[in-house]
């Protein structure tokens, strides 16, 4: 048994997806030609409530885009300090587009207190940056922000005059775990990057939304970054199968991380966390090499981080991928 829980961005297309791939209408996307991709720009501005929509080749691309339409050089945004734009995205829009982040700090499951909102934007002065965006995430490594508190840091920035994105990479598993629509959370919210490429499974692709305005401006930021793709519309009926075929199906993974916490419960010297289609996993200190080797000899894949490991379940995923990995922890653990 190989059985790879590292991340939801490693699943294959399945024969179906890839079918629909193959059988996509295309044309020069550059042209603004590809029925298929503006399908998906239509889908996915539909599903949000937005004017218009943008595909992407990535989430990174997507987010990035959206950072420098509602800023410019010298502009400063504020951003969750463990959110994935700020610590994982190679600070694209301080290297590229001048602006610089501001860390507001999160509580354990990723949320921003919104007073904290507040006394982060700066008094317009001569000495400050203009702090002009606000940044949120949903999920935040698996943990589902609410749609409450979503509309009121929304609500508490544009108050203010601040514009907001939310990379919504796994919005997806935030409405099917409220068992909401997406637009639940995208109504509040300026523009908003969906990713194609996580739980839902495309190999490729996200889609940025919002006004047509701010996604004029997005179009021509992703042109300079490299993204004015021709054919494309291969890629975006990965998206639109992933659509049809692989939302409601996010329940599944999500019950499956639930299975793995329950399996791992009762296991002393070790803390679970789960948090939708995620897992945090901490041994005890003195376990965690062994632990990382035994994982390793055994062909589960966990991304082994000290002190605490990440378990993801994934599209590629099924019930014997659980029992086993359930397995190999409670053997190593009762080994001791
Ligand atoms: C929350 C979040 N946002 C954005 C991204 C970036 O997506 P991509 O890897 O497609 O650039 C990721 C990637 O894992 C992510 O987890």
Redesign the pocket.
Known sequence: MNADFR?D?LTQATPAMRAAMAAADVGDDVYGEDPTVNELQERIAALTGKESALFC???????LSAVLSHGQRGDEYLIGEN???LL??VSGASALGGMSPWPIKVDETGGIDPSDVISAIKEPDQHHPVTNLLCL?N???GFVQSVELISELAKTAQESGLSVHL?G??LFNAAVALDVPVSSFTKSVDTV?L?L??GLGAPV??VLAGSQETINKAFRIRKMLGGGTRQAGHLAAAGLYALDHHVDRLAEDHHRAEQIAKGLSGIAGLEVNQASNMLWVTPLPELHAGLAKCLEEKNVKVIPWNPTMRIVTHLDIDDSHVDYLVQVFQDFFSDL
Request: glycine fraction near 8%; proline fraction near 0%; charged fraction near 20%.
């Open positions: 991340s961005t080749t990535s989430g990174t691309q997507s987010n959110y994935h734009i994982n995205e995430e999920t935040v490594n990379d990479a796994r990057s990713c490429s996580k692709g996200s």
